[in-house]
């Protein structure tokens, strides 16, 4: 069903005539990162509690439909919010451009993994899960505003007029592992929002801020004496590698964080 809504409703796309006709890989990369946002968002629903069998598949087809559409709304904020800069679905489909997929799957697994937290536990409301859902998409267009400040290049230039996979590929980290860290601060169960709301913010702030840090480490550490930006940006053919990199520094400290807290 999610796979369907993405082709006929977000992307209006013949996924046969794109992966096997045309052979895009970019369109294969964007539409798996969506399909494992929808499975990462369904975690979430198949941990609730229920007393029988009939009710954990009503609150599945419930919670799944919901989680379907929030994808899908998440999928069009991104698009108007976070990639604003570049038409995402010409540069995906027309021109394969790789590094805008991998920032685009990027940003379903992000989204999915909020979902998972927002839509999970067993003592908020829908009201409760779509607030925090919200939060936590403001977040990522947060860090994705911030991200060219820290690593001092122009991303999405590099991305959509470069056709540059490397800084996709790093993008996408960051929105993966920011996704991580706003899924760990809203874990902790609902009791109301005088209690959890700071709760929540402490959690996020502490994350945010150790995930940026990280960035910052995987210089000195993962590749001693380079700097990860020149290689993405500074380079006649931008260094892939370089930007896995990035990404897996991102993601890695993400679940660092998550085991920390």
Known sequence: MGQFCYQRLFRRLDLNVELFVRD????????????????????????????????QVTNLLLYGVSAIGLMLAGAWIGDRF???????????????????????????????LILSAALGGNSGTWLVGVICWVIGLAVLVLVS????????????SEICKRNNPAAGVALAGLLIGTGNVVRVAFTPEFRSWGESLPEYAILLGISLI?????????????????????????QTVPNVGAGLIEAFAYIAGSFLIAWSL
Request: a negative charge.
């Open 82 to 112: 976070i990639l604003q800069r570049c038409d995402t679905a010409r540069e995906v489909q027309e021109e394969q451009n790789l590094g805008a997929a991998a920032a685009e799957a990027g940003l379903h697994i992000g989204n999915g």
């Open 145 to 156: 505003t911030i991200h060219p400040k820290i690593t001092h290049y122009d991303v999405f």
């Open 210 to 234: 150790a995930l940026a840090a990280i960035r910052w480490i995987a210089d000195l550490v993962l590749v001693p004496g380079v700097k990860i930006s020149d290689e993405i940006v500074n």
């Open 24 to 55: 895009n890989p970019a369109v294969a990369i964007a539409l798996v990162g969506y399909d494992l946002g929808v499975v990462i968002a369904l975690s979430g629903v198949l941990d609730k509690l229920a007393d029988t069998w009939q009710e």
